[in-house]
């Protein structure tokens, strides 16, 4: 793999604390790291890239660091830790592997890692958090339903065999894609397009605790209605849409359709819309210089009052707070 993120270095230090600070600021303190044994000397680089729902960092240090994955009201992150060059000693909830390039580690929300790169060799590694939010949704499209709870996913990720392969193709697309010089490539939605099949890629790529439902696709019972208005939402988000509309688009009735997604998501199908709009309104306003305002009307807001107050009451914060952090 050429080496990844070359323009967006956060920090070259022989501090290992430096590097210990820029990992947490990176990943939104969705981590806490402390060393493992005394604080070592030598080269520590950190380079990384963040968004709503992912941020990947790419770590050269011969630090041995152990990583608190941590959880909240939003369910917590998924790591995924692949090398780059020479090899890591890695455990997680009893769980040993060494970590190269033919074999990534995969944590999961509320894990706790210890990572020790070998001293034969330089180590480099990447690590990309993913937001269980997200997972949860390409959960949903695959079987038309969410997990009843978390997915957890096995330790070790054999990058060797088809499947695994198929995962560090996608891996390696996304770093070109924010390596690559061209505006279109920075846009959140082509970001978000290509995290979402690295996603649909480790779902049915790694066993974890959910396999056995993806067997064979949407499960009995869930019904074709459903996945037809997941289906036709994703395609007109940034269009006026209607329970009405969605209705007719999935052939069946408002009253039908709002009970399975009742049943099955556990809201209604505008509530789903509204959700589904601010999170990639959210996305947006941390990817772009653009008003909050030509945002929100791109993604079908025409009431931005109204729209404030729902924004602050999912994400706790208003637009213009999140805008300032960009």
Known sequence: MPTPLRNHVITRSRNP???LNAATSLFGGSIATSP??????????LRGVAAHDFAVGYFVSPLDVRVASATGRDRGSYFLNIGVAGAISASCGGLRATLDEATAGIANPGDIQELRPLPSRRTRFLGL???????????????????VST?????????????GRAVRLLVRSLLEQLDSGDPLFQRAELQRSQ????????????????????????????PRSLRAALAYIEANLAEPLSLDGIAGAAGCSPRTLSLAFRARLGLSPMAYVRNLR??????????SADPVGTIAYRWGVSHLGRFAGEYRARFAELPSETAARR
């Not at 995290?195 to 869930?222: C, D, I, K, N």
């Open 129 to 147: 958090r993913i937001d269980a939010a997200l997972v949860d949704q390409e959960f949903a499209a695959l079987t038309g339903h969410p997990p």
């Open 195 to 222: 995290l979402r099949s690295l996603v649909t890629a480790l779902l049915l790529a790694q066993p974890h605790s959910h396999t056995g439902q993806l067997h064979g696709g949407p499960q009995p019972g869930v």
């Open 151 to 163: 997915v957890r996913f096995d330790f070790a990720l054999d990058l060797a065999r088809s499947k």
């Open 278 to 287: 601010l999170d990639r309104i959210r996305e947006d306003i941390l990817a």
């Open 36 to 45: 493992l044994d005394e604080l070592c000397g030598g080269d520590h680089e």
């Open 17 to 19: 604390v430096d590097l």
